[in-house]
Nanobody, 121 residues
Framework: QVQLVESGGGLVQAGGSLRLSCAAS????????WGWFRQAPGKERDFVAT????????YYADSVKGRFTISRDNAKNTVYLQMNSLKPDDTAVYYC??????????????WGQGTQVTVSS
């Protein structure tokens, strides 16, 4: 079983930056693809970014491409989401997830508890 603990969310002004972290327990971290998703109030949970098990392949939603960077540290069992040039539309609860590399929610078996990101204008 994999347990995930997210951190790094908070309140930031538009144009600012945040880095989210997701620390995983268990021995399967390095074999899994990892993703970040977000859910704004009243909306569905949407894909943000994903990284392959090797870390060599990444993929981003168009809305965050060029502003967000996903990375992983297999030695620390941690996946990160660096978010730059934040916009009010980025406000949401952000979730990390482990499973199959890709943009589909159904491909992920393990989910974090979520961390709130609020971007003020």
């Amino acid at each position: 079983q994999v347990q995930l603990v997210e951190s790094g969310g908070g309140l930031v002004q538009a144009g600012g930056s945040l880095r989210l972290s997701c620390a995983a327990s268990g021995r399967t971290f390095s074999r899994l693809g990892w993703g970040w998703f977000r859910q704004a109030p009243g909306k569905e949970r949407d894909f943000v970014a994903t990284i392959s098990a090797s870390g060599g392949v990444t993929y981003y939603a168009d809305s965050v491409k060029g502003r967000f960077t996903i990375s992983r540290d297999n030695a620390k069992n941690t996946v990160y989401l660096q978010m730059n040039s934040l916009k009010p539309d980025d406000t949401a609860v952000y979730y990390c997830a482990g499973g199959r590399y890709g943009s589909s929610l159904s491909g992920y078996d393990y989910w974090g508890q979520g961390t709130q990101v609020t971007v003020s204008s």
